[in-house]
């Protein structure tokens, strides 16, 4: 899957807490429909078969899009349903180990400072994550980073960056100048009740903050 920084525009990482009568698939599928242009499952209590299951049926989604799509953290699951990737936290797996396990697979880490960012790249990272730009309910522990520091992480990368944390239609525009290539969005668009218009909106918006 290639990947590059129009990739990062507009990035779903889903959540189920706004399931309602629907699947993780049918908002996947909702979300792809409004354009975003990638995907990251992410889920912290499902068992390995449950979360393989769940991922082939987002998979076969975004392979019908040809969008990338990750899964956050649980490098069992990508290999077992061969997702395009994995995205890491600072306290999981390391980018260079990841690098043997995965092969050419998307590598995606989070990083809040430069030296993170310039040592995952150094390791192998596709792209960094920043945040949380704002405070956000779905990471209560993530502290928010600096506008300053977002700039400074975009300048000293070369690979894409996209921000995540409290991004919503009311402040996206407020990251335009510092670089990103998009943004990350969890409950912005799957606790939507209309998830097609939500996210044609939010893409809207996250291609006049990209313009130079």
């Not at 807490?17 to 699947?23: A, F, I, M, P």
């Not at 995205?87 to 880490?109: C, F, N, P, W, Y």
Request: charge should be negative; glycine fraction near 8%.
């Amino acid at each position: 899957m290639k990947l590059d920084k129009q990739s990062m525009l507009l990035y779903a990482v889903t959540d189920r807490s706004w399931l309602g009568d629907k699947t993780l698939a049918d908002q996947v599928e909702e979300t792809l429909k409004g354009g975003a242009t990638f995907i990251q499952l992410r889920e912290k209590k499902l068992d390995f078969d449950a979360f393989v299951k769940e991922a082939r049926a987002i998979k076969k989604l975004t392979d019908a899009y040809n969008i990338p799509f990750v899964i956050n953290d649980a490098v069992d699951v990508a290999l077992a349903v061969d997702a395009d990737g994995v995205h890491v936290g600072q306290d999981d797996s390391d980018a260079g180990a990841l690098r043997e396990q995965l092969g050419d697979k998307i590598i995606g880490v989070s990083a809040d400072t430069v030296e993170l960012a310039r040592k995952a790249e150094a390791d192998g990272a596709d792209y960094i994550g920043v945040g949380a730009i704002y405070s956000t309910a779905t990471k209560t522990d993530a502290e928010v980073v600096a506008f300053e520091t977002i700039a400074a992480i975009c300048k000293a990368v070369t690979i894409p960056v996209v921000a995540i944390g409290g991004l919503n239609e009311t402040n996206i525009l407020s990251l335009k100048g510092t670089g990103v290539d998009g943004v990350a969005l969890v409950s912005a668009i799957f606790s939507k009740k209309d998830i097609i218009s939500a996210t044609k909106a939010l893409r809207s918006l996250s291609e006049t903050m990209t313009k130079p």
